[in-house]
């Protein structure tokens, strides 16, 4: 099941006039997602931001299903959840952490994070967005200026620039951190690739 809690802030409503960003660091047993809120002046506001978990069948009853059968059922709830989110932050840019697998270098259970991915693409679709896929080195080049930088840059980094969302970070524990401050510095650069197209588009 996945792993209630409290959003960080109160959602945003319908009649709020300031923009809102998304983004997700997919992964099958944790996804990190996050919403940020543009105000017409002034620095970008952590809205909500959650650590989404699923787990796998245990063995008693893996004994009855196939592992894929679980597998699906875990992205599916993952699926909800973040409709779920679409559906209520409505956000002008979403932007979702590309999959990029490494022959060779990465463990077996990899191409379970390529389906979260695609599985995510396709939700935006559905709801009429145009998903940025941003790596790791388009945080590094917005929130560091540079191409090298360590997660903890990033973590520090991402809470210099968003409201709230340093002592949202602090809260975590460390070995999940990285998929909350990535989620939150994604939506930062899904606001600003939108910002660059309809500055080329001319609006």
Known sequence: MVKKQRPVRA???????????????????????????????????????????????????LQQIRVATDDMRRVRELWATVRAWLAEYQPRAVAIEGYSPIPGKQGHGSWKVGAVTYALVALCWAHGIEPVIARPADLRR?????????KMD?????????????????????????????????????????????????L
């Open 11 to 61: 959602h945003q409503t319908l009649t709020n006039p300031e923009t809102v960003t998304m983004a997700m660091d997919p992964g099958l047993a944790a996804l990190g997602i996050a919403a940020v809120s543009w105000p017409q002046s002034g620095r970008p506001r952590l809205l909500s931001a959650q650590i989404l978990q699923t787990k796998k069948a245990s063995k008693k009853d």
């Open 142 to 150: 917005h929130f560091l200026r540079r191409e090298s930088g360590t």
């Open 154 to 202: 990033i973590e520090q980094a991402v809470g210099e620039v968003v409201t709230g969302a340093a002592a949202v970070i602090d809260a975590v524990a460390v070995s999940k951190r990285e998929h909350l401050a990535d989620s939150i510095g994604y939506a930062v650069v899904a606001h600003h690739e939108m910002q660059r197209i309809r500055q080329l588009a001319g």
